[in-house]
């Protein structure tokens, strides 16, 4: 009712009863609007401001001309039930709201939406929950061809994807599994690390159109196998071994089948080995590779042009050119924006579009509105989704609303526990939030899980707010010379009461950059 009304301009005017924690798809869609909490308010003062909110609202109904919709020639969606008067309308918009307090979050988080939880990786993977958590390592080449690498990989991340639309399971990200790819490591010690109970494993060998996929699943904490099998197909069966695997995973992990779906279409297998080795040289990052892969997917969707996730992947490949400065901003933007919505009416019901979306309508475009609804839709369809969580929790920290970007980053990083990226945005949040020790936690890690020391600009000036102006002077130092560096040291020298310094420094920062700051 909520988004609906949203999404038709309608005046809605939410109240909180009980400040209880509501669902990711239920907090952005409210961030539109500006809610009453009455927990903050007197018995007087909540009255007055829910009048003025009433009158307000019927105010901008009236002066905008927008009428309440009637039986006869409504444009509400098909099937959809009468809506009742403007009055009735008003005050059944403040009780969904207000359901929203307890029962409306019953009944998400009864429906998978995600749990944003504030435990490290290592708390949850003590919980029993975390007994339904599993991380999906790359399958094996076994084939005689080492190039045929794409094809196991592509294989592995495709179970990863079907098991993670399972709102029951607690599926590691692709980033943070496949970091072990090629190390000799103990199952145990990699699910200690990822923070899950469960590690599926297995490798693929391909001879002329016949395949052979062998998986197993293993409890870590006893280092046995639960189940195992081999499949001997055509290779054109693929998509079918894929679909039995995953249901074989979720029975053995007592998970009901809900979320792990079926294909609706056959996806051409040329087409498919096109996307998977663009993918795989998209990864890498590098122009030459990004321009090969932009080629492969246009091979890829000239075999097949109702194939979503390849119109998916040349959008992000389309931004991954912009970002290398490889293509022009404009014409990538436009590029990405008419692949997603070519995709979205071929996949109307596929998260990942709807997050991309967002992406571009936040980061690009500057729309948080649009941003917003891309969102709610994507978390609708797929509430565990780690793309749009991410985005969401971006969201959220530009409006300002901090628990909830944290809380969402707090789930993201549990999920994918070896994203540096990950924990580097999550201590942002905690620096804006004053919560200097776990920030400087978070800031660490993410040099310890590989990220550019030079890059970490954020843990010199939280070092700084903690008083510890040495070991901020040895971050800022170790930074690449230019404005953010200078600056860097030019407060902190100020903090260390080094005036004769700072004074020839700040003389530094304001003829270098003065000009372009």
């Not at 019927?58 to 006869?72: H, I, K, N």
């Not at 779906?261 to 087409?271: K, M």
């Not at 997603?340 to 998260?351: F, H, S, T, V």
């Amino acid at each position: 009712e909520i988004n609906y009304a949203l999404d038709e301009d309608k005046q809605i005017v939410p109240v909180l009863l009980e400040e209880v924690p509501l669902p990711a798809d239920l907090k952005i869609g409210l961030s539109r609007v500006q809610m009453i909490h009455k927990t903050e308010l007197s018995d007087d003062a909540y009255g007055h401001a829910l009048e003025q909110a009433l009158a307000a609202s019927r105010g901008s109904r009236q002066s905008t001309g927008v009428q309440e919709p009637v039986a006869a020639g409504s444009t509400r969606p098909h099937g959809e039930p009468q809506r009742a008067g403007p009055n009735r309308w008003i005050a059944m918009a403040i009780i969904a709201a207000v359901v929203g307090a307890f029962g409306v979050y019953e009944l998400q988080r009864n429906r998978a939406a995600p749990e944003v939880s504030t435990q490290t990786s290592q708390e949850v993977a003590e919980t029993p929950a975390s007994r339904r958590s599993i991380a999906v390592l790359p399958f094996v080449n076994m084939s005689s061809d080492p190039e045929q690498e794409y094809f196991s990989d592509g294989l592995s991340e495709e179970l990863l994807n079907l098991l993670a639309k399972n709102p029951e399971l607690k599926v590691i990200s692709r980033s943070s599994a496949f970091t072990f790819k090629g190390k000799e490591v103990d199952i145990p010690t990699v699910a200690q690390r990822l923070g899950v109970a469960h590690v599926l494993e297995g490798s693929v060998r391909t001879a002329g159109r016949r395949i052979r996929v062998t998986a197993q699943l293993i409890d870590a904490e006893t280092d046995t196998h639960l189940w195992s099998d081999t499949y001997d197909r055509e290779l054109d069966d693929v998509f079918a071994i894929q679909d039995e695997i995953a249901a074989n995973v979720v029975e053995q992990l007592n998970a009901t089948l809900f979320g792990v779906p079926t294909r609706d279409r056959e996806v051409n297998l040329g087409a498919y080995t096109l996307y998977l080795h663009a993918r795989e040289l998209a990864s890498t990052g590098t122009p030459e590779n990004l321009r090969a892969a932009e080629g492969m997917l246009q091979q890829a969707l000239a075999i097949d042009p109702e194939y979503a996730e390849a119109w998916i992947e040349i959008a992000r490949t389309y931004a991954r050119l912009r970002n290398s400065s490889a293509m022009a901003g404009e014409e990538a933007q436009r590029r990405s924006k008419e692949a997603l919505e070519r995709a979205r009416a071929i996949d109307p019901e596929n998260a990942e579009i709807y997050a991309g979306l967002a992406g571009m309508a936040m980061f690009v475009q500057r729309d948080l509105r649009s941003a917003a609804r891309y969102l709610e839709r994507a978390l609708a369809l797929e509430p565990t989704n780690l793309r749009a969580l991410d985005a969401a929790s971006a969201l959220a920290l530009n409006l300002g609303r901090l628990e909830d970007a944290h809380g969402l980053m707090e789930y993201v990083t549990t999920h994918d526990p070896l994203c540096a990226n990950c924990f580097s945005s999550l201590g942002a949040i905690l620096l804006l939030q004053g919560d200097l020790d776990h920030a400087r936690r978070a800031f660490e890690t993410f040099e310890l899980l590989g990220g550019p020391a030079d890059a970490n600009l954020p843990l010199a000036l939280t070092l700084l707010l903690q008083g510890e102006y040495e070991a901020s002077m040895a971050v800022w130092a170790r930074a690449n010379p230019g404005p953010f560096r200078t600056y860097g040291e030019t407060i902190t020298l100020y903090s260390m009461g080094r005036t004769e310094e700072f004074a020839v420094r700040f003389q530094e920062l304001k003829d270098r950059f003065g000009d372009d700051y």
